[in-house]
T-cell receptor
Framework: GAVVSQHPSWVICKSGTSVKIECRSLDFQATTMFWYRQFPKQSLMLMATSNEGSKATYEQGVEKDKFLINHASLTLSTLTVTSAHPEDSSFYIC??????????FGPGTRLTVT | TQLLEQSPQFLSIQEGENLTVYCNSSSVFSSLQWYRQEPGEGPVLLVTVVTGGEVKKLKRLTFQFGDARKDSSLHITAAQPGDTGLYLCAASGTYKYIFGTGTRLKVLA
């Protein structure tokens, strides 16, 4: 149980284009979904928290106009990196939670912007 | 600012050795989680500890929550190459869920 999927698992895009990453909870309804960014050999950095039907809450320093988050249903959240640049290249991971503190993570999406 | 400091940051050991990873904070938490992350994948939940002094075992892994619920440890007995990965502790802070700084473990065959 508590399976979270992410799509795509990896993507290469050209500078200036936008990329959408999907996060789905497959066997449970997620009260809250989270988006993280992870740099090589580092811990997770929380980007934003979203609840279904509400606007996402972004962490300090994360540009909400650049990283658009939509949480359309209890099983789906999307992160769109707009006008991507090489410095946006990273490993993006989503997670979902229900009523408890535990988070269930997706497998991650590796974004490379050329 | 609430922080979860993990030690050591890096650990490289031989197969069969024992090791302990520590997760420390000055804050009190209602619960604490441990995750393991393998390269190119998302973290996987290993355990949740809730009660001060609680000990949980998961095969060769033993998790302990400090009596004051400010710290936790993860002990691995007879480590195997399959234990290689990034170990993260995490807990619900005052306003958000926070992750530890991480311990990168490499077990050599």
């Amino acid at each position: 149980g508590a399976v979270v999927s992410q799509h795509p698992s990896w993507v290469i895009c050209k500078s200036g284009t936008s990329v959408k990453i999907e996060c789905r909870s497959l066997d449970f309804q997620a009260t809250t979904m989270f988006w993280y960014r992870q740099f090589p050999k580092q811990s997770l950095m929380l980007m934003a928290t979203s609840n279904e039907g509400s606007k996402a809450t972004y962490e300090q320093g994360v540009e909400k106009d650049k990283f658009l988050i939509n949480h359309a249903s209890l099983t789906l959240s999307t992160l769109t990196v707009t006008s991507a640049h090489p410095e946006d290249s990273s490993f993006y991971i989503c997670s979902a939670s229900t009523t408890g503190p535990e988070q269930y993570f997706g497998p991650g999406t590796r974004l490379t912007v050329t | 600012t609430q922080l979860l400091e993990q030690s050591p940051q890096f650990l490289s050991i031989q197969e069969g050795e024992n090791l302990t990873v520590y997760c420390n904070s000055s804050s009190v938490f209602s619960s604490l989680q441990w995750y393991r992350q393998e390269p190119g994948e998302g973290p996987v939940l290993l355990v949740t500890v809730v009660t001060g002094g609680e000990v949980k075992k998961l095969k060769r892994l033993t998790f302990q929550f400090g009596d004051a619920r400010k710290d936790s440890s993860l002990h691995i007995t007879a480590a195997q190459p399959g234990d290689t990965g990034l170990y993260l502790c995490a807990a619900s802070g005052t306003y958000k869920y926070i992750f530890g700084t991480g311990t990168r473990l490499k077990v050599l065959a």
